[in-house]
Structure formats: C-alpha cells, structure tokens
C-alpha cells in the first residue's frame, strides 16, 4: 500500500520491512477476539471490577469514571504504523499505566533540577508535615518511584493500609489486602499501593508548583503532536494550595476514578517518545539518562523499574524479549515498549490471561 497519514503517523506495508503480513493478520483477529471480561460500565472502582475486597469507607470512589470502548490499539514498527484495529481514536480510562506518566514527570523534574537526586529524602521537598515522622524520613524518590517507599499515612480520605498485602496478576489472592502489617525499613519491601504513588503525584506537584497535567501538556503532550482529546482527571477531594493558589493533585491509576483519559494513537506516540530515548524531531524532550533509569530494575523488584514494567529474565511476558518493557493498567490496557526490534504496540482492553499470547503472536509475524 501506498504511504498514508494516520493521526500524524505514516502507515506502511508491513512487508515492505519484512514482517509476514498473514502472521500479523492472526496477531490483530486475536486481539479483538481477546477481549476483557470486565463489563464497558466501569462505575464503582477498581475493586468492583476486580472483584477484590475493599470495605467502606476505603472504597469510596473519588474521581470520575467513564464507559469503555471495545479492544483497539495499534503497532508501531520503525516510527509507523504496521497494523491497527478498533477505534484508537476512542478516549478511554487507562488505569495504571497513568503511573508510567508520573515517572516521565519525574523525569522532567530531575532534568529541571527540581529534583537534585532521586536518593535524597522527600523531607527536603515536601511542603506538607508528611515525610517529618520516624518511619517517614528516610523516603527518598526513588523508593516511592520503585513502590517500596513504606510510606506510612492517609492521602485523600484514603490510608496506606487499603493496599497492605494487596497482590497482583491472574492469579492473585486479595484476601488479605486491607490487613495491616508491620513496615520495614524503606527501600527494603516493594509493594504495589495506589496511595503512595498518588502522594508521589503530589510531591511532583509540589516541586514544580504547577498542576502536573499543565506541565505534561507543555513539555511532553504538544510536542509530540498529541491530540486536544486526553484529559488528567483529579479527586473531588484532591486539592492542595501551593502560594495562595489552590491547585488539584492527579491520581497515578483510576483505583478510585479518574487518572488519565487518553485514546490509543496519543498512548502511542508518548510510548514512541520512550523508545526513541526522549527525542523527537530533533528535541531532547527526556534526558537519555533518564529513559535508562526507568528501565533500570529494582534490586527487590527486578521486574519493576520507575513505575514501568520491565521483563527481567521474561518474568512478565515469556514470549516477549527481556529488553521490553511495559506501562499496564487494568483491563488490561498496554504499552508495550521493545528496543531491540524498533516496535511499540498500544492494546487496550485485552483479557489478561490472553496478552502474553498476543505479545507472541506479533514477535511471531516479526519472524
């Protein structure tokens, strides 16, 4: 086929770079055939959907919410577009990949020199009491960056202790999540806790002292060419003053509503951005040194970077190679990042007991 404009994308034949355009056919009928089983009403949070145990008031949905679309998403290979299906051009909630966006704002505040060092404790920048007690004071950036801060506190009605135990995966048993238990020492325990990163959202806030999704539309969303259409929604409650003006602070996922809304061509395009080292058209928008730190795995969580997925010894997709890494929310909703081949793939609303298999059917149309 001829070359065409796709939302600011060429779109090619995907033979022409010589990926085998049956094999890429299957990989596109599988995934919108491997559609999630969560229903398009998606009301009441993420532990409704979930079925997993939340009791009130820690249940208590904050942010808005919004109908789901269908499966959708897109593959990128070499800066264009080798595949679609569904409708990318669908805003829709995109859970916790929010989180992988609070990393890039991380990243702009080092390169700022808002933040100095990614271990030097919150104490020294925050502008709230939240970081002055004994188990608080030793929490640096990274901790909360790599989710094993063990920040100990309650952020917008919501307590530390709603995501004790919380677990993860098919196969997890949330049982227990909401049971409190004893804090390590941070930096010694990784846990999954939405109200941590959402405090890390507020940190990010304070030091830049601007609302976060004002700051990602200026340095990040214009730049690349994003869509008017994507939108950072905040808790009712989530309001914070920085020199007399009141500002909101935006959640790291739609745990309880809101986070980011966004449709699959803009997912793409920011996940292009990561994969060409935080260039685009001939800008630095990340420092390259950044985009490594991401990638860069915890020493207790090797399969978690600063809140971005990596495949550490393909822990987390086997069929995909161990140089990708991932932004995923709920639903499942992915960005698939894989340096080696020069490939991103956008899907959205996947069953997630079928997405290592779509991840191995696009490698196999790569051959």
């Not at 990128?76 to 909630?93: E, H, Q």
Request: aromatic share 10%.
């Amino acid at each position: 086929m001829d070359d065409v404009q796709t939302a600011g994308w060429r779109q090619v034949d995907p033979a022409d770079l010589g990926i085998d355009p049956r094999k890429l056919a299957n990989a596109v009928a599988f995934a919108e055939s491997a559609e999630t089983r969560w229903p398009r009403n998606l009301t009441g949070g993420l532990a409704r959907l979930e079925k997993a145990t939340e009791r009130p008031p820690w249940n208590e949905v904050l942010g808005p919410s919004k109908d789901r679309g269908g499966p959708n998403g897109l593959i990128l290979k070499d800066g264009a577009i080798i595949a679609s299906w569904g409708d990318t051009s669908r805003v829709d909630m995109t859970y916790s990949a929010t989180k992988s966006y609070l990393s890039i704002m991380a990243g702009l505040a080092v390169a700022d020199g808002l933040i100095g060092d990614v271990d030097d404790p919150l104490r020294e920048y925050a502008l709230d009491a939240a970081f002055d007690t004994p188990q608080n004071e030793s929490i640096t950036w990274r901790h909360l960056l790599q989710q094993t801060s063990e920040w100990e506190g309650s952020l917008w009605d919501k307590p530390d202790v709603v995501d004790h135990n919380r677990q993860l995966g098919v196969k997890a048993d949330n049982s227990k999540k909401g049971t409190k238990r004893d804090l390590q020492t941070p930096g010694t325990y990784w846990e999954y806790n939405d109200v941590r990163v959402n405090r890390l959202s507020l940190c990010l806030m304070q030091v830049f002292q601007r609302p976060l999704p004002e700051v990602l539309q200026e340095r990040i969303m214009d730049p690349i060419g994003a869509s008017d259409t994507w939108s950072w929604q905040h808790y009712r409650n989530s309001f914070f003053e920085i020199d007399g003006t009141v500002m909101a602070s935006v959640p790291g996922g739609a745990h309880w509503g809101g986070g980011l809304w966004i449709n699959s061509h803009d997912h793409a395009k920011v996940g292009q951005l990561i994969l060409q080292r935080g260039a685009w058209e001939g800008q630095q928008l990340l420092p390259e040194s950044w985009i490594d730190a991401l990638q860069t795995p915890c020493e207790i969580m090797p399969t978690y970077g600063y809140l971005w997925w990596l495949n550490t010894g393909g822990a987390h997709y086997s069929q995909a190679p161990e140089s990708s890494f991932f932004a995923l929310g709920a639903g499942q909703n992915i960005i698939w990042i894989e340096p080696v081949h020069n490939l991103v793939m956008v899907a959205r609303w996947v069953d997630a007991k079928k997405a290592n298999d779509l991840v191995g059917h696009v490698m196999a149309a790569l051959g």
